[in-house]
């Protein structure tokens, strides 16, 4: 914390292993990579609970995978939510 603003670890899936679990226990927070048209609505809500049962903070969401071609492509939205 003395020489980063910002240290970001990659793990395994949150449903695959325990490793995501681990480091958001030791850090400040956790945030879910979701990826589009692969990741279902309940495995993303197995997560989130995994997560919160944990006691780790969900600091946000990254969305992957998004299409760039055909109708799926035209979508605009964003949220921002700081967190302290």
């Known amino acids: 914390r003395a020489h ?3 240290v970001i670890i990659d793990s395994p899936p949150v449903i695959a292993a325990t490793d995501a679990i681990l480091a958001g226990k030791i850090s400040d927070g956790l945030i ?3 990826s589009c048209g ?3 609505k309940p495995e993303v809500n197995q997560c989130i609970h995994r997560i ?4 780790v903070q ?4 990254v ?3 998004h299409p760039n071609k055909g109708l799926d492509s035209y979508f605009y939205g ?3 939510e700081y967190a302290s």
Do not use: I
């Not at 919160?52 to 006691?55: H, M, V």
């Not at 969900?58 to 969401?61: A, C, P, T, V």
């Open 63 to 65: 969305v992957n995978r």
């Open 52 to 55: 919160e049962t944990a006691g």
């Open 32 to 34: 879910l990579v979701v």
């Open 38 to 40: 692969t990741s279902s």
């Open 78 to 80: 964003g949220r921002y």
């Open 58 to 61: 969900l600091r946000g969401f």
């Open 4 to 6: 980063f603003d910002y």
